[in-house]
């Protein structure tokens, strides 16, 4: 089976084109999808959806920062990164605890303005996190422990996110 | 005025290739079907010329079966044999659904499948059966309007459901369809077929939110439309809240009122009945007299807007879960479309227009928009339009997942994943020798699988025995494009398919679904042989005809010489066979083709890839 850049017909590349990715599922989808073989053969009908979930599921990959990252990494180097990965660096640590914290205060504050202000400025964190794991993919020999690390920090933000999501949700009922 | 059509020549469909399709919507208080005629869209009338079919059910004491207007009458003087709002025990459990007061207690029963039945006389009737009934009326309205003739059928329908239906709930509502004897080429979502209906109409591109408020059930989606693509971003809703609750609410207020006992079925019944008109009336006029029972008096709009103001912020809340889902704002939203009956409130549309900021689209009847929608789908998915770009792409609506250890629910699939998708899972054994084990799937976000639906458990057997964490079972969870649920595994070193029970929690099994249109053609003293011999030979011609196509159109291009013999020879020898009378001689012809085909099949797909991917390089030139 191709892998999700090859079946978008695009280079291993961590930095993409959101707008070319999107305008390329829909052409993809429009030859391929169950509805152009609703009145096909019962094969054609299972080859349909069987192509349009492997198109679907790529692209779910390839548009998660988090999930390309450790396609190209398994890809480049062989490396499964969605195992557990432990961070010891000390600035990290303490930013997990620190934004934990936050968090938890807003939450028990039921502070909805704060929670929305903690969420932007979670993304901004999160972008920037985005930029640094593609300097990682730029370099010629691939630091695999490093960008291992980079992905797990940006895991743990995008959790954040859900969390502060989480917490939104409870206080509004 | 509707434009004549004039085809592109060679390309035109010959007015004996014409299929006849339909689109329904099974609503919770009323039922539309529509068609494609002379390229508009159009709700079909009964003889006395009425759009809507109340979905309402009564069976007489005689056997008789009247359904829409002619079962309505009976809704006060025979309600026990009367059934309403049959939607809301589709693919639920009687513990969902006991708290809803249309049924009373001594009404429903348990029916074996899970799903609460209705005790009719000495009969159980099952929300499947009943819902059948009213699918088979509209398919009658819609053969006599396209004049399909005798002895011929619908060749499909699309029908809708809320885009908020579980599986269990999408499950029994085709079941119903097949009950019916109807094709279904697809179940759509009822805010896309609204939004198919309007986008035709404006051509707009951009992100539209359709606000869906029916008689029983609340939806919100979230789409981009952009070059034909219907993209669902988000969807989210209840669905267990629609108007219904807003005439629950007034009905309460006339029952204390009246000072009537609320447990008086009859007298709950006329008042459900006047809180509809109130509500109603209350739409164009601030006040109206009213008179219920032993009681004259006013109604403000502003008393019922406070009983319904609880439960619209209930669906504003719901929008805003949905929105962000989608990862948006407010903001970002162009259009806010109002589908279903229960937007004509003036509090629903000053609300949401509140909340977007923006008033409400409203300019398609949002009692008919979504069997419009569903129309314009189904004639494409029949092939009467083979060259539109149109293409829906949906979402699964609420996430699945499987229990774990401790009663706590492990997600395989997320809420809001495009469809289809499938995801795969590795389990092993417990114990030594171990050759069974049992997968139990829910579906909902939370984390207890106490708070989420039980869909099926899932009973694998044929596990090669072997020590321990041996073995390695592969179990694919595929979610097909209707949203509905397929489980298979394969135990991985053996390469052995598991076989698997299927139990539905709130459903039928394929068999039971097989025994009822049996015993439902035993009935109709239909010659069930004879029905099943014409349903195989239709099957078989349906495959010639597709398989032939395809091989005409690139099979030069995609097969060895061998291998097109081999497809072409299958065919002829189906063909052969489809003349006679054996059954299973017909199946077997049918298989075969299937099997010489499914390579082509296959590599078919990856040209239209190829083919597609360079197009879109093109356009970015």
């Given at each position: ?64 920062p988090v999930?390309?990252a450790q396609?190209?990494l ?7 990164g969605?195992?557990e990965v432990t961070v010891k660096e000390p600035m990290f640590l303490m930013q997990q605890l620190e934004l934990r ?21 979670v993304e901004s964190m999160e972008n920037k996190q985005i930029a640094s794991i593609n300097k990682f993919f ?5 630091e695999?422990d490093k960008i291992l690390a980079e992905i797990h920090k940006l895991q743990f933000l995008r959790k954040t996110l ?12 | ?621």
């Amino acid at each position: 089976m191709k892998n999700p850049f090859e079946l978008f017909g695009l280079e291993p590349n961590f930095l993409l084109n959101v707008q070319e990715l999107s305008q390329k599922l829909r052409s993809m989808l429009q030859a391929v999808h169950p509805d152009r073989f609703a009145s096909a053969s019962d094969q054609e009908q299972l080859a349909a959806m069987q192509k349009t979930t492997q198109i679907n599921d790529a692209y779910g990959i390839l548009k998660s920062p988090v999930r390309r990252a450790q396609a190209l990494l398994q890809l480049k180097t062989g490396i499964d990164g969605t195992g557990e990965v432990t961070v010891k660096e000390p600035m990290f640590l303490m930013q997990q605890l620190e934004l934990r914290e936050e968090l938890e205060s807003l939450a028990n504050k039921k502070d909805m303005n704060g929670l929305m202000d903690f969420a932007e400025q979670v993304e901004s964190m999160e972008n920037k996190q985005i930029a640094s794991i593609n300097k990682f993919f730029d370099q010629n020999e691939l630091e695999t422990d490093k960008i291992l690390a980079e992905i797990h920090k940006l895991q743990f933000l995008r959790k954040t996110l859900i969390d502060i999501e989480v917490a939104e949700e409870k206080i509004l009922g | 005025m509707a434009l004549l059509q004039i085809a592109e020549p060679g390309q035109s469909t010959k007015p004996h290739e014409h299929k006849y399709a339909a689109g329904i919507d099974l609503g919770t208080t009323n039922s539309l079907i529509a068609t494609v005629r002379s390229g508009v869209a159009e709700t079909l009338a009964d003889l006395e010329g009425n759009h809507l079919l109340p979905s309402i059910v009564h069976y007489a004491k005689d056997g008789t079966i009247s359904v829409g207007y002619s079962a309505k009458i009976f809704q006060c003087s025979d309600a026990e044999n009367t059934i309403s709002s049959v939607k809301r025990l589709m693919g639920r459990g009687l513990a969902d659904v006991q708290a809803i007061k249309e049924f009373t207690a001594n009404q429903l029963t348990a029916s074996g499948i899970g799903m609460p039945a209705i005790q009719i006389f000495d009969e159980i009737k099952n929300p499947v059966e009943i819902s059948s009934e009213i699918l088979k009326v509209l398919a009658e309205r819609a053969e006599k309007a396209l004049g399909v003739p005798d002895g011929d059928k619908l060749g499909g329908v699309v029908i809708t459901v809320p885009a908020y239906f579980d599986d269990a709930q999408r499950q029994a509502t085709k079941d119903a369809a097949q009950l019916a004897g109807l094709n279904v080429l697809r179940l759509l979502n009822e805010p896309t077929a609204a939004a198919v209906a309007y986008g035709l109409d404006t051509g707009n591109e951009g992100i539209h939110a359709i606000y869906d408020l029916g008689g029983g059930t609340f939806d919100i989606s979230v789409l981009r439309l952009e070059k034909g693509v219907y993209e669902v971003l988000a969807t989210g809703g209840d669905s267990a809240l629609g108007g219904d609750d807003f005439d629950r609410a007034i009905a309460g207020l006339l029952v204390a009122k009246a000072n009537v006992d609320a447990e008086d079925r009859q007298a709950y019944q006329m008042a459900m009945l006047k809180a509809r008109e109130v509500k109603e009336a209350l739409t164009d006029s601030d006040i109206i007299d009213v008179h219920f029972m032993n009681w004259d008096g006013q109604v403000n709009r502003s008393d019922i807007d406070e009983l319904m103001a609880p439960i619209i912020d209930k669906t504003l809340l719901a929008c805003r879960r949905t929105i962000k889902d989608a990862g948006l704002k407010p903001a970002e939203i162009k259009e806010i479309v109002m589908v279903g009956g229960s937007t004509r409130v003036p509090l629903v549309q000053e609300k949401v227009g509140q909340y977007f900021k923006q008033e409400p689209l409203t300019s398609i009847d949002p009692d008919r928009v979504v069997a419009i929608g569903a129309a314009i789908q189904a004639d494409i998915l029949i092939g009467n339009k083979s060259n539109d770009q149109l293409l829906l792409l949906d979402v699964l609506p609420l996430s699945l997942g499987v229990e774990t250890m401790g009663g706590l629910v492990e997600k395989i699939i997320p809420r809001n994943t495009p469809i289809p998708i499938a995801r795969a899972q590795e389990f092993t054994t417990f114990k030594d020798g171990q050759t069974a084990m049992a997968i139990h799937v829910v579906q909902g976000e939370r984390e207890l699988v106490d708070d989420c639906r039980s869909l099926a458990r899932f009973e694998l057997r044929g596990i090669p025995p072997m020590v321990a964490g041996a073995a390695r079972i592969k179990v694919t969870y595929q979610v097909d494009a209707d949203g509905l649920l397929n489980v298979s595994a394969l135990e991985a070193s053996s390469g052995v398919q598991a076989e698997i029970q299927v139990k539905p929690s709130y459903g039928l099994t394929d068999s039971q679904v097989t025994e009822m249109l049996k015993s439902s053609i035993d009935k109709a003293e239909e010659d069930m042989q004879q029905r099943m011999l014409r349903e195989e030979q239709v099957e078989a011609s349906r495959v010639v005809e597709a398989v032939r196509a395809a091989l005409e159109d690139n099979g030069q291009a995609l097969l060895s010489e061998e291998e097109f013999e081999a497809i072409e020879s299958s065919l002829k020898q189906l063909e052969i066979i489809a003349q006679g009378t054996d059954i299973e001689a017909i199946k077997a012809a049918i298989k075969v083709v299937d099997t010489n085909s499914q390579e082509f099949a296959s590599r078919r797909m990856d040209a239209s890839i190829a083919k597609a991917l360079v197009g879109s390089e093109v356009d970015e030139i």
